[in-house]
């Protein structure tokens, strides 16, 4: 009782915030519901007894990748809200009722289904251990690619974002000649693309 | 371990690659995509010999006949792109050599594993290694117009199309309570709504990675505006992956289940032929003709794969084996001519039979390939895809097709035209590089062969794709 | 189920008031411990019917003096976030303590009660995960003020703080591994062990390295000299430059309390938590044989006395090092963030991991 009761309730939140991502015209307080939607999505793991998966939801989305989202927008956007008429307006005609139909075509499903039998015995209290273990072996591939990936993705964002390709740049120079480089402009940058 | 040895071989040419750019000095550091060419065409060697092993890690890694045909296929065609790609001028690829290697590689692996996945978790993973590398390099010239531009349209489309793919997926786990593909197909016969909806949603990820036609939108102007041997490669090698990867969601051990997706995939093939047709009449670009005429040969191949059947999914196969061939090498011929005249207008073609009759040639061979004339491969890729839809009684589809080849066949002879008709505006020769004339060679080569003698090829393509069904 | 409640409700209420009175008392010990250590006198005027107690009462001024203040709000704010930005800073500084053990667990008539807010067997992600939402408070003030410097400020926060936690999180790892728990009451009855018998194995000698990487890292998440660029007290205007009375309290609150958390963090993951050398259930056992036996209720106090002493005294040092040291420029905060911390924890996990993989039993 108590738990479907916190599972409404929580589960309310996650909907309400993802309502509000999409419909604030404001791009900041949208970011921010999106990081309440994500906090309600790790209270709903925790609610299963995942508490390793909730911790790393948190960490990952909420406190590192959201708060780079943020970062991002804050810099970015000129004024606070974004307006200007949306040149794209008539495609909303045409998602409007494809998404209802998916959503329609979704309760239909679900609502159809009977509950499926819970995994067997209680949620093991110490997951870490067995996530752990899974991870080293039947998803040691994915696992190893996606450090591969990673790496990948390292390279390319230093490719992307590197600022001026050789003129200032000595020969040679590694990272370290990088950031002593960029380092006087750093408080004039953001601040010529403010408003 | 022998299973994984491309798997380990491509990582550790990446690593290798990785390290040589660290310790690389000065401006040029080309000689870096020596290495890195060197290295696959050993490992493309090392992939022929190899046969199947047993199912790795619980059964998410197979190494059977469609893996290794396709896995050889991956690193031929990235030889190739490499090849092409060696002599690059402009100053990012002498400085950023490395990186530009390094993400090919990182993105080959992605493909080989795709090829082997069978586990949705390993599926996906793949995927995205196969593709974040991509969206990069079509940005690599970001100092040039347009290619920040073209970087960030694939990437958009490309991760709406993974969320999508994702959600699809997640619909599927929670239908079937496995990541085990084995264990989809097993209840798929069941016909469990959400299974369906996931599995359909997925379609529509896998979709926009091979570019079909309403997922489309991001190929003219990637291609356009991204460094011509890395576009040679990327039209052909993901979208071979792709497809490997849908008939290993969509056909492996589904029995007769397959049937459900007749009316989906013959749908979009429909769409996409007709599409990638009718929008190539009016391209004035040759990468952006050549990019729309790829959108309707993925239409070709979906009608190999609205077939369900053993033989449609080899005739895909052999038809992806010939249009790696002709696409690249048309490409390559575009890079080529486009490094001598400046433009890739379809202008900067007039003439070019007096000019350089080889290179010429060689472009008129890709182009009857892509357009479907006999004793080029593209004749038999066609006609064996034809050939397997009717058998599966999908006769309009086939009517349509052929019908579209003739407008197909319009556009590549325009360019025929200019080549070969129209007088030319210098009488200087057009100069190759010896490694992209290498690289053109390999594909004229393997449109002739193809072309002449398939049968080798048909039947391997046979052999492999029995055990899916 | 009363009493459980009960004892719920004292846990949460211990940890809650150790930590605010002593963020609380933290205003005093750095007014006086600088004024020690500059040879000055110190704040020692506020008076209640003259008694004065060596300042003790400023916190208590202070406090007055904030909250009828007036509670300004600049025009161009964004009146929501202006309003939540403050509350969010304390909030997470606050509820990060939660899962820090100060004591065993405590046995009375047949109950078990783990001395910590709540039982958490990842006890240290949720640390680390709250100690990341704290950026959001930061972010907010600096960005709904409507004032560019204070967005600046905002930024240049956030900036330090995700490179500090990345260094945080890293150097936490070598611990991890060592004590095989994410668990801050096992890492903390872990360190109770004796190596070679006679050394406790605590944090600060099985991870060197780590303690001062944690410690380093950890001074730069709470925004304090010498990584204050991003407020800047008196030179350089930072993040909640726009806010006055309570709020603008708040945020030095939240200062206060992150320091209490690092602190406590530290004791926790590398000082032996509650331990006590050589102290178990029983009593004293010490190598050389002697034994002293103690009742529990003994020990427990033993226990808490102890984690409360090594909190203070890690505050004190960490004070010691805010009066100490001059302010780290912008660019070198960053650079040593990512240059420097992040390197070095991730080359002291290799070398925890080829330790442990030669240590390891056959």
């Not at chain 1, 200032?168 to 380092?183: H, I, L, M, N, T």
């Not at chain 3, 010990?29 to 400023?58: C, P, T, W, Y």
């Not at chain 3, 302010?327 to 290799?350: E, H, K, T």
Request: charged fraction near 10%.
């Amino acid at each position: 009782m108590m738990a479907r009761a916190a599972f409404l309730v929580i589960a309310g939140i996650a909907v309400a915030a993802a309502l509000a991502l999409v419909l604030r015209r404001n791009t900041v307080h949208g970011a921010l519901f999106l990081v309440v939607n994500l906090g309600c999505v790790a209270a709903l793991y925790l609610m299963l007894g995942a508490i390793f998966l909730a911790a790393a939801q948190i960490i990952v989305y909420a406190g590192a990748i959201m708060v780079l989202f943020v970062f991002a927008i804050m810099v970015l956007i000129p004024g606070k809200e974004e307006t200007g008429p949306d040149p794209r307006r008539t495609w909303r005609l045409l998602a409007a009722p494809l998404g209802g139909a998916l959503l329609l075509e979704l309760i239909l499903l679900v609502v159809g289904r009977t509950a499926a039998p819970a995994p067997t015995g209680a949620a093991p209290s110490d997951n870490v251990a067995a996530i752990g273990r899974l991870l080293f072996t039947d998803y040691l591939l994915p696992f190893e690619l996606t450090s591969v990936l990673l790496l990948a993705a390292m390279v390319g964002v230093l490719l992307l974002a590197r600022s001026r390709e050789g003129s200032a740049e000595p020969q040679g120079a590694g990272p370290e000649a990088s950031v002593r480089g960029s380092a006087k402009p750093q408080g004039s940058e953001p601040e010529a693309s403010l408003r | 371990m022998i299973a994984f040895a491309l798997e380990i071989g491509v990582g550790a040419l990446m690593l290798l690659v990785f390290i040589a750019t660290l310790v690389a000095r000065g401006d040029d550091r080309r000689w870096v995509g020596w290495l890195a060419a060197a290295g696959t065409l050993a490992l493309t060697l090392l992939a022929l010999p190899l046969s199947p092993a047993p199912a790795q890690l619980g059964g998410a890694f197979v190494q059977d006949g469609l893996a290794l045909f396709a896995k050889r296929l991956f690193l031929a065609a990235t030889f190739i792109g490499l090849l092409g790609g060696l002599s690059l001028p402009g100053r990012p690829f002498l400085r950023r050599a490395g990186e530009y290697h390094i993400l090919v590689l990182a993105s080959l692996l992605g493909m080989l594993v795709l090829a082997s996945a069978r586990d949705l978790v390993l599926l996906f993973v793949a995927f995205e290694l196969m593709s974040i590398p991509l969206y990069i390099l079509a940005g690599f010239a970001k100092r040039e117009a347009g290619a920040v531009e073209a970087a960030l349209k694939f990437f958009l489309v490309g991760s709406v199309s993974s969320a999508v793919m994702a959600y699809g997926l997640s619909f599927v786990y929670g239908a079937v309570r496995t990541t085990s593909l084995a264990g989809v197909a097993k209840a798929m016969p069941d016909g469990d709504g959400l299974l369906i909806l996931g599995l359909l949603a997925v379609f529509g990820g896998f979709g926009f990675k091979i570019a079909a036609f309403p997922f489309h939108m991001w190929v003219p102007d990637t291609y356009e505006a991204a460094p011509t041997p890395f576009v040679a490669w990327l039209s052909v090698t993901p979208k071979a992956a792709g497809f490997v990867a849908l008939f290993r969601v969509y056909f492996e051990g589904m029995g007769t289940a397959v049937s459900f997706w007749v009316p989906v995939a013959a749908g979009l093939a429909t769409l996409t032929i007709v599409a990638g047709n009718l929008m190539a009449l009016p391209q004035q670009n040759a990468k952006r003709l050549l990019a729309y005429s790829g959108i309707a040969h993925i239409g070709y191949m979906l009608v190999g794969f609205a077939a369900t059947s053993a033989s449609g999914t080899a005739m895909v196969l052999f038809y992806l084996v010939a249009y790696v061939f002709g696409n690249m090498g048309a490409f390559l011929v575009v890079e080529a001519v486009a490094r001598s005249e400046g433009s890739e207008h379809l202008a900067a073609f007039r003439g070019l039979a007096q000019r350089s009759p080889l290179l010429a040639l060689a472009m008129l061979l890709f182009l009857l390939s892509l357009g479907g004339i006999p004793f080029v491969a593209g004749f038999w890729a066609k006609l064996y895809v034809f050939w397997a839809a009717a058998t599966a009684g999908l006769y309009w589809l086939v009517l349509l097709g052929a019908l579209l080849t003739v407008v197909a066949l319009f556009y590549y002879l325009i360019v025929a035209k200019r080549m070969y008709i129209e007088a030319p505006p210098a009488t200087t020769r057009v100069p190759l590089e010896p490694m992209l004339a290498l690289a053109v060679l390999l594909c004229a080569l393997g449109v002739v062969i193809l072309g002449v003698y398939p049968k080798p090829l048909v039947m391997a393509a046979l052999r492999v794709a029995a055990p899916l069904f | 189920m009363i009493a459980d409640l009960g004892i719920a409700f004292g846990r949460v209420v211990f940890v809650m008031m150790f930590v605010l009175n002593l963020g609380g008392l933290l205003t005093w010990v750095e007014r006086k411990q600088s004024a020690i250590m500059q040879d000055r006198i110190g704040a020692n005027r506020a008076s209640i019917l003259g008694l004065r107690l060596f300042g003790l009462f400023h916190p208590l001024a202070d406090a007055i003096k904030m909250l009828t203040k007036e509670d300004f709000r600049p025009a161009r704010a964004d009146r929501f976030l202006f309003g939540l930005a403050p509350f969010v800073s304390v909030f997470f500084a606050l509820v990060a303590f939660a899962s820090i053990p100060f004591g065993d667990v405590l046995h009375v008539s047949g109950r078990e009660i783990p001395l910590q807010a709540v039982t958490l067997n990842v006890g240290v992600l949720y640390v680390f995960a709250m100690l990341s939402l704290g950026v959001y408070g930061v972010m907010m003030a600096g960005w709904s003020s409507g004032n560019n410097f204070a967005l600046l400020g905002g930024q240049r926060a956030a900036a330090l703080m995700i490179s500090a936690e990345i260094a945080i999180g890293a150097s936490i790892i070598g611990v991890i591994m060592v004590y095989g728990s994410l668990d801050l009451q096992s890492i903390a009855r872990a360190q109770g062990e004796l190596l070679w018998g006679w050394i406790p194995k605590w944090g600060i000698l099985t991870q060197p390295l780590a303690f001062v990487l944690f410690l380093t890292a950890g001074i730069a998440s709470t925004k304090r000299i010498p990584f204050d660029t991003p407020e800047g007290e008196s030179e350089i205007i930072g993040y909640f430059v726009e806010y006055s009375g309570m709020k603008f309290g708040m945020f030095a609150m939240a200062d206060f309390l992150e320091t209490v958390v690092v602190a406590g963090m530290t004791t926790a993951l590398f000082l032996g938590g509650w331990q006590v050398p050589y102290l178990v259930a029983a009593g004293f056992h010490f190598p050389w044989g002697a034994t002293l036996a103690l009742p529990p209720l003994v020990v427990t106090l033993l226990q808490v006395g102890s984690f409360i002493t090594k909190v203070v005294v890690m505050i004190f040092f960490l004070m010691l090092i805010r009066w100490t040291l001059p302010r780290f420029r912008y660019d070198q905060a960053m650079r040593l963030g990512w240059l420097g911390l992040f390197p070095l924890s991730i080359a002291n996990i290799v070398l925890t991991g080829l330790v442990l993989l030669a240590t390891r039993p056959a």
